[in-house]
């Protein structure tokens, strides 16, 4: 399905009945990466799987910034007329999940981060040189703008006082102390760190988040 919001077109998919549950996934994805999350979460929540614009079916653009990211999916909410559901977001869906929450908490239930990043330092320096270089083969600006954004500040995180999970790898690429400072911030967070994961081994293609979400919001 799609529906136009910002300007662009987007590309999502419904599945399941039940309390709503909006997916946003990692940069240079799809929503395609839930498929086995989904199959777990779809007898419980009503989910609404978004491709982000320049990824999957959705509109490509130029220039990619997270705060029109999360203005998509603010628009999206509004024009479906989503009431309080549940956003869970990986990587770059955990940026425009909490870019949204911060501007508009009062449209969102709860909030699920995975591998979140709050700076182009929370990022480690193996995968940010691997990133740079990808960038230099790569003609979209999807590697460029995890060089130069988010900006996430301390005054962002304090302003969400919905229900907040924060969750990571323990091989995460995202260095721990942020991931832990995010936890630490946001004024109503529990933190979890899946041990042996990496950024996306629990997540991508997997149950194991679907099975997080559902022991923790029941």
Known sequence: ?????????????????????????????????????????????????????????SEKVKILHYEDMAEDVFQFITKLGIEKPIVYGFSDGAIIGIILAAE??????????????LSPESTKDNAMK?????????????????????????EMLKKIEIPCF?????????KEEHTRHLAETLPNAK?????????????NRSTKIARYILENLN
Not at 32 to 54: C, E, H, M, P, Q
Not at 191 to 203: N, T
């Open 166 to 174: 924060v969750t990571a790898g323990s091989r995460d690429l995202i």
């Open 104 to 117: 508009h908490q009062e449209l969102v239930k709860a909030l699920i981060l995975s591998g979140a990043s």
């Open 1 to 57: 399905m799609y529906i136009n919001v910002n300007g662009i077109k987007l590309h999502y998919e419904v599945y399941g009945n039940g309390e709503p549950l909006i997916m946003l996934h990692c940069n240079s994805m799809s929503s395609k990466i839930f498929n086995k999350a989904i199959t777990v979460l779809k007898n419980k929540y009503k989910i609404y799987a978004i491709d982000s614009r320049s990824h999957g079916k």
């Open 130 to 154: 691997f990133f740079k270089l990808w960038s230099h083969i790569d003609r979209s600006d999807k590697m460029k703008i995890m060089m130069r954004e988010p900006n996430i500040t301390d």
């Open 191 to 203: 933190l979890k760190i899946f041990q042996g994961e990496s950024h996306s081994s629990y997540i």
